[in-house]
């Protein structure tokens, strides 16, 4: 796995850590306002993760779209604008 991949599959484990400190977070606000909740915590956890899973698959997507396209321009010999200018 190149560099490019490494640093996404690091970014993707950052939100995610980041989405499990939001829901214990939001569950425990919600205990605290609302006396006791009828959501057990790992169900309000799997839907915080699904919710931020849905919203992160666009911002993933591109993310591998370029990383791609940086690899295939490396394959190639450079980046595509000095491709481009070559006579």
Not at 33 to 60: C, D, E, K, N, Q
């Amino acid at each position: 796995m190149n560099r490019v991949y490494k640093e996404i599959a690091k970014t993707v484990g950052i939100y995610y850590l980041q989405a499990i400190a939001f829901a214990l977070a939001g569950y425990l606000i919600m205990y605290l306002a609302y006396g006791g909740v009828r959501l057990s915590l790992l169900a309000w956890s799997a839907i915080v993760v699904a919710v931020f899973t849905l919203f992160y698959m666009p911002v993933l997507v591109r993310n591998v779209r370029v990383a791609r396209a940086i690899d295939k321009h490396r394959e190639g010999g450079g980046m595509p604008w000095r491709a481009s200018t070559r006579s």
